[in-house]
């Protein structure tokens, strides 16, 4: 067994509206097919989202068409069979329903790739391929349908693979529940994959876009770009798969590099300017052959109009610094944040008072002050869940998961040797 799996690759992103990062999705993209041709597996997984968009634009579809065609290309020429390229749908590439195909159609009918397309008329009918020693099934996003279709999916599976012993693939699209760093509705638990488990040797997801695994059968590896900021700081690969198991595999892409500074003492934007001078002096530049994308997020007071800030001038401060393709630098005022007046108590509810002296607690104490949004949210909902009678040792699992994930932020957040570290909550996935 030899085989790699990926996802979201998001071919025709234009990141910042910058050439240079339309152009990185599709590299990307290209180094992980070279990898499988490289690695001579068997066939190619991709758990969904090989596009940003439903309606791509000619440039994108031919750059999925070049890097396909020359898999095959390069297959010919070393003799061997072509290495098939098996595909669903995810939510980002699916067909409109006036289109009917979707791009993935068009490619499969190409003869570029494999589109897995199970369909659901009133009975689940499901795809599948057999590849070298592998059965691979594979379902397109299902939003949120997802749950209520996964005991039907591993009954079928079971059906169909009676008296058959082949070490069976699911690829599906769809996020499993606490992975993300929000909170996402439609999220599956790992309970709701139990049937699966009977029947199923590799579940090859796709949809979130950060690396995680379970139980050695339930495999993510995220999207290989840094889709948006949100995503800084997250594991992110591919797998290959092989006889002694699943191996996360990581590729170099561009750098991004996340910087921040309070300015409540600042006094004037001269002195702005001096703050982001010695914040970015004091970072390394940034050692690789693509230039980076640099972030700079100025928090805290802002003592003077944010009208006298000329963020141009700061951005070209970054800029230089470390030879940047794009440098971004905003200001967050989170002063009124952390600020509570008595009068504001009058009329509030209960639970939003609550909140509110939570909130000052923790930043009293200082050690979680970052964290403090969703220390006092779990905080409320582990109230919550008490007055529910909801069983204390799963509200405690809870509440440990939230903490290890609090820790485990903080701990990237140290190791990125920031001088201050941000104020940045659960953030958006996508
Ligand atoms: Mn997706």
Not at 103 to 128: A, C, F, P, V
Not at 352 to 365: H, N, P
Not at 404 to 418: T, V, Y
Request: with cysteine.
């Amino acid at each position: 067994m030899n085989f790699i799996h990926g996802s979201d690759f998001h071919l025709g992103y234009v990141q910042y509206g910058l050439h240079e990062r339309f152009v990185d999705f599709a590299t990307t993209f290209k180094a992980f097919i070279t990898y499988g041709l490289e690695n001579n597996v068997d066939f190619i997984l991709i758990a969904g989202d090989l596009f940003e968009k439903r309606n791509i634009n000619a440039p994108t579809y031919l750059q999925a068409y070049k890097v396909l065609s020359q898999l095959q290309d390069e297959c010919k020429s070393l003799g061997r069979a072509p290495i098939p390229v098996i595909v669903i749908e995810g939510n980002h590439d699916l067909a409109y329903q006036r289109d009917r195909n979707s791009w993935l159609q068009i490619l499969e009918s190409q003869g570029m790739l494999r589109l897995l397309k199970s369909t659901e008329n009133n009975s689940l009918k499901l795809d599948y391929v057999d590849v070298g020693d592998c059965r691979v099934f594979g379902v397109g996003y299902l939003g949120a349908a997802t749950m209520q279709s996964i005991p039907l999916i591993a009954g079928d599976i079971q059906k169909i693979n009676q008296d058959v012993d082949r070490f069976t693939v699911l690829t599906m699209h769809f996020g499993m529940e606490e992975q993300a760093r929000s909170v996402v509705a439609g999220e599956i638990p790992y309970s709701a994959l139990l049937p699966l488990r009977e029947c199923v040797d590799y579940l090859a997801l796709g949809h979130y876009h950060n690396q995680y695994e379970y139980d050695h059968w339930v495999y993510n590896g995220g999207s290989l770009e840094l889709f948006s900021l949100n995503e800084y700081g997250l594991k992110k690969g591919f797998y290959h798969v092989t006889d002694s198991g699943a191996e996360l595999v990581t590729l170099p892409t561009r750098p991004f590099k996340r910087l921040s500074g309070n300015i409540s003492s600042v006094k004037t934007p001269s002195e702005l300017s001096l703050l982001v001078q010695s914040i970015v002096e004091s970072e390394t530049p940034v050692d690789s052959k693509l230039s980076p994308i640099v972030e700079l997020t100025l928090w805290g007071n802002l003592n003077f109009p944010k009208k006298d800030v000329s963020l141009p001038e700061l951005r070209e401060m970054v800029r230089k610094r470390f030879g940047c393709l794009y440098a971004d630098v905003h200001i967050k005022q989170t002063n009124d944040y952390y600020t509570i007046h008595e009068s504001d108590i009058i009329g509030m509810s209960r639970e939003q008072i609550e909140a509110k002296i939570l909130r000052e607690q923790i930043i009293q104490d200082g050690r979680y002050k970052v964290y403090a949004k969703q220390v006092v949210s779990d905080t409320v909902e582990a109230k919550k869940l008490a007055l529910q009678r909801i069983n204390e040792k799963e509200i405690i699992r809870w509440l440990k998961q939230s903490f290890d994930q609090i820790q485990l932020h903080k701990k990237h957040a140290q190791e990125e040797n920031n001088a201050g570290v941000l104020p940045f909550m659960r953030g958006d996935v996508t």
